[in-house]
């Protein structure tokens, strides 16, 4: 009896890695510059050739810019980007209490623009909004991710969870299916990352500009011949909270480059 | 529109330099088309020039080939110190311009 016992706690104990192979361990995470070639690489670590610093620069300049009919700028409130930007969106998406529900730096950005600047929205993947969360963003470079902390952000993460665990699309594929369960392989001939979001908004040389990481799911999506949520959807945010969570300690990179 | 130039701040006198460029354009081939069919128009840049304290030291002609935000990297001898002058020139009047200063010891 004993002895049948422990076959079937031995076969239990040796199949259940298989069943728990979706989590990444914190130190088999690894960014998606690791996958890259030697150029790309370079491409990233050299500011004056990195494409992704240009957005930064006009980031800068409009972070001093007076908008809106408050005729504020984000420096009025925010003062100097390099001390009070830094680690901030290393902690995105974030819980707004406003709303009771986690916003983007993206959707932060346009939050103060429409309650502080009584500005205009800008749209998503505009070029200034773009360039606003660049500017932002780069000011965490080398801070580690620490977004989802937050108790509040607990079902949100769990909602992000299932949606990375759910087959979707013609190709009835989920996230996990790639990013947890064959990183290191390639898909026709392009290396399979972890899809770790450490450098958004980032640009991608297939893109030819920067781009935020909804884009990016959104390609994902169409890749899986899903139906794309939209910009700015809860699912989209509760995805991108869940990636960053699952990204937690990686260093920022924004503005990264990617193939 | 911005741009990033490299060029040492300080270089000794007949030292070979490298000057690297980097500017923001969407260079636009020409060649695509919208959802509805209609040709997207060409919107590149076509030219670029440097100069060395006056004198033209290096130009290009950029075609609809070559990638969105173009980088450009080339060599000269530091002569005198002063200032390198940058000239992009593009379809629809697009003009952008950028300097840099080295000192030659």
């Given at each position: 009896m004993i002895f049948w016992r422990a076959i079937a706690a031995a076969t239990l104990f040796a199949t259940t890695p298989a069943l728990l192979a979706g989590e990444i361990p914190p130190d088999a995470r690894r960014s998606g510059y690791a996958f890259m070639g030697p150029d790309t690489q370079a491409m990233q670590d050299d500011d004056t050739i990195n494409p992704g610093m240009l957005f930064v620069l006009d980031g800068e300049a409009l972070w001093g810019r007076k908008s809106g009919?408050?005729?504020?700028?984000?420096a009025d409130c925010h003062?100097?980007?390099?001390?009070?930007?830094?680690?901030v969106a290393a902690r995105y998406p974030a819980f707004d209490k406003a709303s009771g529900r986690p916003v983007t730096l993206d959707q932060r950005i346009n939050l103060c623009r429409a309650n502080h600047q009584q500005a205009t929205p800008l749209p998503y993947e505009s070029r200034d909004l773009l360039a606003l969360s660049a500017f932002v963003a780069h000011q965490s470079r080398g801070v580690a991710i620490t977004a989802g902390d937050d108790p509040q952000l607990k079902p949100f993460i769990e909602q992000g969870r299932d949606l990375f665990m759910q087959r979707e699309g013609q190709l009835n594929l989920a996230c996990t299916n790639c990013h947890d369960d064959n990183f290191n392989k390639r898909l026709a001939g392009a290396p399979i990352t972890?899809?770790?979001?450490?450098?958004?908004?980032l640009y991608r040389l297939e893109w030819q500009t920067l781009g935020s990481l909804e884009r990016r799911l959104r390609s994902c999506m169409s890749g899986v011949r899903a139906q794309a949520y939209d910009y700015g959807s809860p699912e989209l945010v509760a995805l991108e909270l869940y990636l960053m969570s699952r990204a937690r300690g990686l260093p920022m990179e924004t503005p990264a480059v990617r193939p | 529109m911005a741009a990033l130039i490299n060029v040492p701040a300080k270089a000794k006198r007949g030292a070979i330099i490298e000057i690297r460029t980097l500017t923001s354009h969407i260079m636009e081939t020409g060649f695509r088309h919208t959802a509805a069919g209609d040709v997207v128009p060409r919107d590149i840049i076509t030219s670029f020039t440097c100069r060395y304290n006056g004198a033209e030291i290096f130009r290009a002609d950029l075609f609809p080939a070559i990638a969105a935000n173009p980088y450009l990297s080339f060599f000269t001898v530091a002569k005198e110190s002063g200032k390198f002058e940058f000239e992009w020139i593009g379809d629809n009047g697009y003009s952008s311009t950028a300097s840099a200063s080295i000192t030659v010891e």
């Open positions: 009919s408050a005729n504020k700028a984000c003062g100097d980007a390099r001390s009070s930007m830094k680690g972890q899809g770790q979001p450490t450098g958004y908004p | -």
